[in-house]
């Protein structure tokens, strides 16, 4: 164990007098550090809330994305439909021309 001598007393107050200079010293440099770290945060925040809207948009683009393609197949499902009547109707009025083979004349 150490003697409290006061030889000792006075090393430990210069110590304590070194650091308290070394601190002072680098106070300005570590309140800045801090002042520049809370700019950062503030422009980090500001682009993670553009990410954020960009990201909202990005999913609003692939929901309607989404939902054009489900109207381009019901439209395609009913311009199916629509036509495969319209064949029926055509093949069904060539059967009945069938029939009609001498009297039409198809030069």
Do not use: N
Not at 57 to 71: C, F, L, N, P
């Amino acid at each position: 164990m150490l003697e409290s001598t006061p030889r000792y007393r006075v090393g430990v107050r210069t110590m304590q007098w070194e650091l308290t200079k070394r601190f002072t010293r680098s106070w300005p440099k570590v309140s800045g550090a801090c002042r520049e770290f809370v700019e950062s945060l503030s422009r980090v925040s500001a682009a993670c809330r553009g990410l954020r809207v960009r990201r909202e948009h990005a999913k609003d683009d692939r929901e309607h994305a989404r939902m054009m393609s489900g109207v381009r197949w019901k439209k395609t499902k009913r311009l199916a439909g629509r036509s495969s009547g319209v064949v029926e109707k055509l093949t069904g009025s060539q059967e009945g021309l069938v029939g009609l083979d001498g009297h039409i004349d198809c030069r």
